[in-house]
């Protein structure tokens, strides 16, 4: 057996999940709030679940890649 593991366990070995689903409640609380029709409240849903992609590409545009 390979006793290098590369999965860790123990304090802060789940925090990128823990950041995620903060970033998803937000994501929602926003996009419900802007949003005026229920066609847009749908479209808030689906985005908040993607929206590490809509930070990266923000992120790229402002760096000007």
């Not at 999965?7 to 789940?14: C, D, E, F, L, T």
């Not at 996009?31 to 930070?55: D, H, Q, R």
Request: net charge positive; aromatic share 12%.
């Amino acid at each position: 057996m390979n006793e290098n593991k590369s999965r860790r366990y123990g304090p802060g070995a789940g925090g990128g999940g823990a950041i995620y689903g903060l970033g998803l409640i937000g994501a929602l609380v926003y996009y419900f709030g802007t949003a005026e029709s229920f066609g847009n409240g749908v479209l808030g849903v689906l985005k908040s679940l993607v929206w590490p992609a809509f930070v990266v590409h923000d992120l790229l545009r402002l760096l000007g890649s």
